[in-house]
């Protein structure tokens, strides 16, 4: 009976183990199934060569300005000035890139609030995707605009003009497509 008892006691253990091993197994399972995937990464449009630092005949500068487009320039102009107490500027029609500008000082950067003048406006066309508007894009300084286009044209970095034009501050600027630059609408400006 001792013989048996002991038989029984050990398949027990044995089967115990067994059962204990399984459950670990199928909790580990488990909690990998918890564990979140490796994140996945969004990448853009660039040449090999666009990833290339900025040639030593032209730098980066300071964040000049982020545009936003309005479907009313005196509506969103009033928000700035009366109700958060900001100095704007007055309304500057700007023909050349089909838009009229009101600039919103903010101290260390400004806003560039853009309105359509006109139906061709590049404006015209982001309102009607953008009902409520929107921003539109961002403009970094640069010390050599000239240098600056022929280095990014080197690199196979489109541009929405062949060559900079006058902008609002009445400086050169040229646009960089967002699909090259992290879907975001780029303006370089002299500084």
Not at 39 to 44: A, G, I, Q, S
Not at 85 to 102: N, Q, W
Not at 116 to 130: C, E, H, K, T, Y
């Amino acid at each position: 009976m001792a013989r048996v008892l002991k038989a029984a006691v050990a398949t027990v253990a044995v089967a115990a183990a067994a059962a204990g091993a399984a459950a670990a197994e199928s909790a580990v399972g488990f909690f990998s199934r918890l564990q979140p995937s490796a994140p996945k990464l969004r990448t853009f449009s660039t040449s090999q060569s666009s990833l290339q630092a900025a040639s030593p005949v032209w730098n980066l500068g300071r964040l000049n300005h982020v545009a936003i487009a309005v479907p009313d320039l005196e509506k969103a102009t009033a928000f700035y000035k009366n109700v958060l107490g900001a100095r704007v500027s007055e309304a500057v029609p700007v023909p050349e890139h089909g838009v009229s500008v009101v600039f919103v000082n903010l101290g260390n950067t400004k806003m560039e609030l853009l309105h359509p003048l006109g139906n061709d406006s590049p404006i015209a066309g982001f309102l009607q995707r953008n009902k409520a508007g929107g921003m539109h894009h961002i403009c970094i300084e640069v010390d050599d605009i000239n240098a600056a286009v022929m280095d990014l044209k080197e690199k196979k970095i489109r541009s929405l003009s062949e060559e900079a034009k006058i902008g609002a501050h009445g400086k050169p600027v040229i646009f960089l497509h967002p699909k090259d630059c992290g879907g975001v609408l780029v303006e370089l400006e002299q500084a």
